[in-house]
């Protein structure tokens, strides 16, 4: 199978913008002020994970093919999806590695550092629709997404594909779309053209890029993405944990003297943000405003007024608590493949002196 050219991938994502972790596979983050200038990300500046190289798929002769424990199997193309009603859903999508480069020991892996993470607009067609067109067996027990692209890894013979499954008990309030849009726009080549799955609320691994099959199965799957990685002792990685991120002022950076207004962004896949909190140094915790739309499966941003008059260094804390009850760690909850990294956001800044200081 064909796949994009590396180099001009790579070259247009340094153009865009974005943090390049790996040229070969192509994996980038967003950088943390783009994160925050909006409620979407440009999908030119949407943070990509990549296995193995992208394929460079043509619609015209793509199928999406639906088999295994269904009543009828289905075969379609790009035209008959468009044709079922739309859907359309704002999305934060987190890769579950984003983090990994906060972990001590470190955990093997793409050291992310907290931009492995990006929301979006995305439009197609929901999972249910097309499976309710299938019609699932009652023996079935798994959902199989099988995308186009695939590689080689350590352990195993041949090619590997990249498929990850969800239970069939857990489809009708998953709430999973497939995606052929992105933002308004054809979805990208780096993003899963023509198809793709979008799972709300769910780390990204189970949202399988470049889809090509949906096959329903009556036994736990087993394959290398579900199996051998993105799982914590066994257990494969499901919903986001809740998490929050400063994205302005920039860590590094020196602000003047005064009033200066702290933003972030947080989310959670068990349920939507209740509240956000901010710690400066060593004073007791504020509670920030929670800006704009409260939105189910899609981050939160936030914003908090706080005078710094100090000049000096000074530490910033941000951590978020979900409506479920849940409030992130002071530290990362170590595990060996380096996953689900939650911990309180800190950021590091000078407030500047002042001439008469």
């Known amino acids: 199978m064909q796949t994009l050219d590396q180099n001009e991938a790579h070259q247009a994502a340094l153009e865009a913008g ?15 002020p783009a994160l925050g200038a909006g409620l979407l990300v440009p999908n030119a500046l949407f943070y990509v994970r990549n296995h193995f190289g992208m394929p460079d798929l043509d619609a015209d002769s793509w199928r999406l093919a639906v088999g295994g424990l269904v009543g009828r199997r289905l075969s379609l193309d790009l035209d008959r999806l468009r044709a079922m009603p739309p859907t359309t859903a704002v999305v934060t999508l987190e890769c579950a590695g984003n983090g990994r480069g906060g972990f001590q020991p470190p955990a093997p892996g793409e050291q992310w550092g907290l931009g492995a993470v990006s929301t979006a607009e ?82 990204a691994v189970a949202s399988v890029k470049w889809l ?9 799957f087993r394959g290398h993405f579900q199996a051998d990685r993105y799982h914590i002792s066994g257990k494969p990685l499901s919903l986001q944990l809740v998490r929050s991120l400063i994205t302005d ?11 200066t207004m702290i933003r972030g962004l947080a989310w959670s896949g068990a349920a939507p943000i209740a509240r956000v909190e901010v710690r400066i140094d060593d004073a007791p915790w504020r509670p920030t405003t929670l800006a704009g739309e409260h939105r189910r499966h899609s981050w939160q941003p936030w914003e908090l007024s706080a005078r710094l008059a100090r000049p000096g260094n000074i530490t910033i804390r941000a951590r978020a608590t979900d409506l479920a009850g849940q409030t992130q760690p002071d530290q990362p909850q170590w595990n060996p493949l380096g996953y689900a990294n939650n911990a309180i956001h800190k950021v590091r800044l000078a407030v500047a002196r002042t001439s008469g200081n």
């Open 122 to 203: 995305w439009t197609g067609v929901p999972l249910t629709e097309v499976l309710d067109r299938a019609g699932v067996q009652p023996a079935a027990q798994e959902v199989v997404f099988r995308g186009a692209d695939s590689g080689h890894v350590d352990g195993h013979h041949g090619r590997v594909r990249f498929e990850r499954s969800l239970p069939v008990r857990q489809l009708r309030q998953a709430g999973a779309l497939l995606a052929y849009a992105m933002n308004g726009e054809e979805l990208p080549p780096h993003h899963g053209y023509p198809l793709r799955l979008v799972v709300p609320g769910w780390y």
């Open 18 to 32: 974005l943090l390049v972790r790996r040229a070969d596979p192509l994996n980038c983050e967003s950088p943390l």
């Open 212 to 220: 090509t099959e949906i096959q329903l199965t009556g036994r736990p």
């Open 249 to 259: 002022p920039v860590p590094g950076g020196t602000v003047e003297p005064g009033d």
